[in-house]
């Protein structure tokens, strides 16, 4: 027991460390090898004894992210990786630049901790040229290190115990476990897959009316609705929030006094003449959202570390203060090159939206050949399918299958919903990838035509 709890301890950290580094198979392998056998040492504290007491209750409720862990199984496995949302291609060569001048010129030492004043400045361009909203770069950003920091930096800015955080699933799975950390409670609400998905069209990931008003009413005391936690375009769908979607939220958050949390980072990648709308910009919400984005995925540098968060003043004073404490800064060259990578022209932006519908548009027709019932994106670089079609019992042993017998690696479908069941006949794909990935998927996956 204990060698199997510390061998994952180590996979796991190391599959963390892996995140897009490009290391070749044969040294990863070699690691984890190094690393189990540090695992099988027998002078080791027996963990498992004391286990309860030196963890934290919080801890118990989240798993390892599935989604890293697939990616340590396409290694394993030699799979094409359509798994984790990193591109395995270059970042603009005009970033990396900037990043090296920084880091030549001695950006080198701790930024001011909620961000240098080039990257706030260039944020609060960003968000009056792109959605209208007047930011004050001096009260209302904080950078933070990603996306990921700048969202549980915020709930547990916000969050009390006995708070609930209303989410729409499925979900980018953080947000459970960030709720959790910020002592709240996430209260799901369902987005219903299309009926027609595969028809160019497409369909729309719709929700209930009725049920999210109910998410936000309390008929105890016991808790009460501190937030909702909007992800538009959004991963896992594609879905991307239409403005009446968004006013019956804004109503909804104004008539029960809450808070939106809206993470943004797929705002420039969108399809078919798809709006993104901030929800900040609507009459009524600008006190009451925190905006959240970051590099990663606009600018193909998920290895940066760089996110942020923009809310009122004293929001966003109470988020720089759990920011100092958490990671004191992001990393000070990379957003002085963050700073360079807002200031590129508006044509950046179309050519990247462009390259990522030719990359859709060539994996899905592989998928439904393969069939898979793909449910078209509107937004952000994943496809999600349904795969009733292979007879599978889940989706863990149909993504198991996939890795193993016809190597690419994808998202088993459960693990973006708080109900395993809900996600059971459904995985992601991720094409954020170069199109010869897609193209040596696409021949990967003729072998399952088969077996459809
Ligand atoms: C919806 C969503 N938010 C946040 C992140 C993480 O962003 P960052 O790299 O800025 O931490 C991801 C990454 O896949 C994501 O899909």
């Known amino acids: 027991m204990l060698e199997i709890i510390v061998a994952a301890t180590f996979?796991?950290?190391y599959s963390g460390q892996l995140r897009g580094t490009g290391a070749?198979?044969?040294?990863?392998?070699a690691i984890s090898k190094k690393f189990l056998s540090y695992a099988s040492l027998p002078s080791m504290t027996p963990l498992s004894t004391h286990s309860k007491h030196f963890l934290s209750d919080k801890v118990e409720h989240f798993t390892e992210s599935v989604i890293r862990d697939m990616t340590r199984q396409a290694m394993q496995y030699g799979a094409v990786n359509l798994a984790q949302g990193f591109p395995d291609f270059s970042a603009p060569a005009e970033i990396k630049r900037a990043a090296q001048e920084a880091i030549a010129s001695d950006v080198n030492?701790?930024?001011?901790?909620?961000?240098s004043k080039n990257l706030r400045n260039a944020i609060a361009r960003q968000m009056k040229e792109w959605q209208g909203i007047e930011v004050d770069p001096e009260r209302e950003i904080v950078v933070c290190c990603g996306s990921t920091e700048a969202m549980v930096a915020t709930l547990l800015a916000v969050c009390n115990k006995g708070d609930e955080v209303v989410v729409f699933e499925p979900f980018y799975e953080n947000y459970g476990p960030d709720a959790i950390l910020s002592g709240a409670k996430p209260r799901f609400v369902s987005l219903r897959p299309p009926q027609s998905?595969?028809?160019?069209?497409?369909?729309?990931?719709?929700?209930?009316?009725?049920?999210?008003r109910e998410a936000f009413q309390h008929k105890t005391t016991q808790y009460q609705t501190k937030a909702i936690i909007l992800n538009t375009p959004n991963n896992p769908t594609g879905k991307v929030f239409t403005l009446k979607e968004l006013e019956l939220i804004r109503d909804l958050c104004v008539e029960y006094n809450?808070?939106?949390?809206?993470?943004?980072?797929?705002?420039?990648?969108?399809?078919?003449?798809?709006?993104?709308?901030s929800i900040a910009s609507l009459?009524?919400?600008?006190?009451?959202?925190?905006?959240?984005?970051?590099?990663?995925?606009?600018?193909?540098?998920?290895?940066w570390r760089v996110g942020w968060a923009v809310a009122p003043p004293a929001i966003t004073n109470a988020?720089?203060?759990?920011?100092d404490f958490l990671t004191v800064g992001a990393p000070a060259p990379l957003q002085e090159a963050g700073a360079a990578a807002l200031s590129l022209p508006a044509s950046y932006y179309t050519e990247l939206a462009e390259r990522y519908r030719t990359r859709r548009d060539h994996l899905i027709p592989a998928l439904e050949k393969a069939g898979f019932r793909c449910y078209r994106p509107r937004g952000a670089y994943y496809v999600m399918t349904d795969i009733s079609n292979f007879g599978f019992a889940n989706d863990v042993e149909f993504a198991s299958f996939l890795v193993k017998e016809i190597g690419i690696a994808c998202v088993p479908g459960s693990s973006f919903y708080k109900h395993p069941k809900d996600g059971s006949q459904q995985v992601r794909f991720a094409f954020c990838k170069k199109p010869e990935t897609l193209d040596e998927a696409a021949r990967r996956l003729e072998k399952l035509q088969s077996r459809a």
């Open 197 to 212: 998905s595969s028809d160019n069209q497409g369909g729309e990931w719709t929700f209930d009316e009725q049920e999210l």
């Open 109 to 115: 030492q701790y930024a001011i901790t909620w961000g």
């Open 24 to 29: 070749s198979k044969s040294s990863n392998t």
């Open 283 to 303: 009459d009524g919400m600008r006190d009451r959202t925190i905006t959240i984005n970051g590099l990663s995925k606009s600018y193909s540098v998920t290895g």
């Open 11 to 13: 996979i796991g950290t």
């Open 258 to 277: 809450v808070l939106a949390i809206t993470d943004e980072i797929y705002e420039h990648i969108l399809y078919e003449g798809s709006k993104h709308i």
């Open 319 to 323: 988020i720089r203060k759990v920011h």
